[in-house]
């Protein structure tokens, strides 16, 4: 793939630079959550996650929603490169060219973290939203923060027309990807968006989306039964809990003890993790993996 500089090696995906105003994304068969890196990789998983990605940025493209997508094969996709700025204070509503420090986070359910939040108001787990909540949290922080909009406006050089036209862009994406995947017999709860200005201040959708690893699917037949089963990485995310390894981490963090380290995933739902990956790409693009 010609010359390249590794930028950034996150939990899941290496970023290189190519030296010619693009960058490469190389999709890793890793998994994490809860900010932890499970030691077990998953077969097959970077290979989908890209296919997804690259399928959804192509559909953004008939919407005439701009994105930084230039191609993908196998697991690696290359995508248009924007200026990384960490320091708060050197962002402005002037600046232009760079990854704009906030993710995007739209929810269409009471699920994951908004339960924690809403159980005590009465709200059930799997109740649909009577409208879409769409909310802003950090992007380059060691853990993602939940900010309130006035928050989210300073800290990311934002107006508050460029905040609509934000909150605009992730329900016109996901109106069209919830219609598309309840075709195909999912339900689509809930997924972080993320964005950068271009050198005109021009609005483009960046990094990936529409995955299992950014977004929670649903089976739509078994909801309707009062089922909710997972078609995401919220999969692994349920396993956690259920071995008490998210409480233990939980309150460690709490406490400000170390944190334990995450134990890997059986041989078995390795195998299981792997495959439903493989089946929710299917089932989202309708095409043969």
Same mark, same amino acid.
């Given at each position: 793939m010609g010359d390249k500089t590794l930028l950034r090696k996150g939990k899941v995906k290496e970023v290189y630079d190519r030296h010619d105003g693009t960058l490469e994304f190389v999709f890793t068969d890793n998994i994490s959550v809860f900010d932890k890196v499970i030691p077990t990789r998953i077969p097959h998983k970077g290979e989908v996650l890209c296919r997804i990605s690259a399928f959804w940025f192509r559909k953004c493209e008939e919407l005439g929603i701009q994105t930084h997508f230039l191609e993908a094969d196998g697991n690696r996709m290359r995508v248009k490169k924007f200026r990384i700025i960490t320091d708060y204070g050197a962002i402005d509503r002037q600046t232009a060219?760079?990854?704009?420090?906030?993710?995007?986070?739209?929810? #269409? #359910?009471?699920?994951?973290?908004?339960?924690?939040?809403l159980q005590d108001r009465g709200m059930e787990y799997g109740q649909r939203l009577p409208e879409p909540l769409v909310e802003f949290t950090t992007k380059f922080e060691e853990h993602d923060r939940h900010l309130t909009e006035e928050e989210a406006l300073s800290i990311a050089g934002l107006s508050p027309r460029e905040a609509e036209d934000i909150k605009q862009a992730v329900l016109d994406i996901d109106g069209?990807?919830?219609?598309?995947?309840?075709?195909?017999?999912?339900?689509h709860v809930d997924g972080k968006k993320e964005f950068a200005f271009d050198e005109e201040r021009t609005l483009v959708v960046v990094d990936t989306f529409g995955t299992p690893d950014e977004d929670r699917f649903w089976d739509r037949e078994k909801y309707r039964q009062g089922v909710f089963e997972e078609r995401s990485k919220e999969f692994v995310r349920s396993h956690y809990r259920s071995t008490g390894y998210y409480d233990a981490l939980k309150k460690a963090r709490r406490e400000g003890k170390p944190e334990p380290d995450i134990p890997p995933l059986p041989a078995d739902m390795t195998r299981e993790v792997s495959r439903l990956y493989i089946d929710i790409y299917e089932q989202i693009t309708g095409e043969e993996f």
């Open positions: 060219d760079y990854v704009i420090p906030l993710e995007v986070i739209a929810r #269409y #359910y009471v699920a994951g973290s908004l339960y924690e939040r069209y990807m919830n219609e598309k995947v309840a075709e195909r017999g999912l339900i």
